[in-house]
Every structure is written in structure tokens, then in C-alpha cells.
Nanobody, 115 residues
Framework: QVQLVESGGGLVQAGGSLRLSCAASGNIFSILTMGWYRQAPGKQRDLVADITNGGRTTYADSVKGRFTISRDNAKNTVYLQMNGLKPEDTAVYYC?????????WGQGTQVTVSS
């Protein structure tokens, strides 16, 4: 079993930056594909970015050039650096780990961007 705990959310003005962190328990972190998803009120949960165990990254078009996902396997942690934040980035951000059919989710952290 893997437990994921997010941190780093908060309130920021448009144009500002935040760095989200997701710490994982267990000893399989290094083989998981890790991702960040977000869900705004009344909307579905969508992929923001993910990173494979080999370091290959994928980004949603809406965040390309502004967000960067990274991982530190020694610390069992994945990060999401968010720059140039926009009001439309406001959402609950969830950390996700997956391997095969297994899926793990964090509890979410709120990011609010004011205009």
C-alpha cells in the first residue's frame, strides 16, 4: 500500500508561483509513474502532468511552459513547480501514483489564484 501526502498549496496572485510536493510512503515509489491532477468546482479531474520512473514527462497543453514536474526517488517525493499562475489554475490538486492497474491518490491540496 502506498500513501501520498500533498503539501504546498495556498493562495497566490496571478503571475505568482507555487511549488507542490507529494511525499509517498512505502518502497515502490521509484517504479511508479507519478502525476498531478486537478479538479475545479463542477468540473472533472484532469491530468496536469506526469513523470515516469524513467523521467519522461507529459504536460497538459494548458500548463506547458509554465509548470514543471520532477521527482526525487531518494526522498520518495514528486514536485510540481507552478509559475505564471492564472486564475483558471484554481483547483484542488491531487497527487497520483500508478503501476499497472494499481492507482494511488493523495487527499488533495487547494490552489487558489486571485486576479
Amino acid at each position: 500500500q502506498v500513501q501520498l501526502v500533498e503539501s504546498g498549496g495556498g493562495l497566490v496572485q496571478a503571475g505568482g508561483s507555487l511549488r507542490l510536493s507529494c511525499a509517498a510512503s512505502g518502497n515502490i515509489f521509484s517504479i511508479l509513474t507519478m502525476g498531478w491532477y486537478r479538479q475545479a468546482p463542477g468540473k472533472q479531474r484532469d491530468l496536469v502532468a506526469d513523470i515516469t520512473n524513467g523521467g519522461r514527462t507529459t504536460y497538459a497543453d494548458s500548463v506547458k511552459g509554465r509548470f514543471t514536474i520532477s521527482r526525487d526517488n531518494a526522498k520518495n517525493t514528486v514536485y510540481l513547480q507552478m509559475n505564471g499562475l492564472k486564475p483558471e489554475d484554481t483547483a484542488v490538486y491531487y497527487c497520483n501514483g500508478r503501476m499497472g492497474l494499481s492507482r494511488y491518490w493523495g487527499q488533495g491540496t487547494q490552489v487558489t489564484v486571485s486576479s
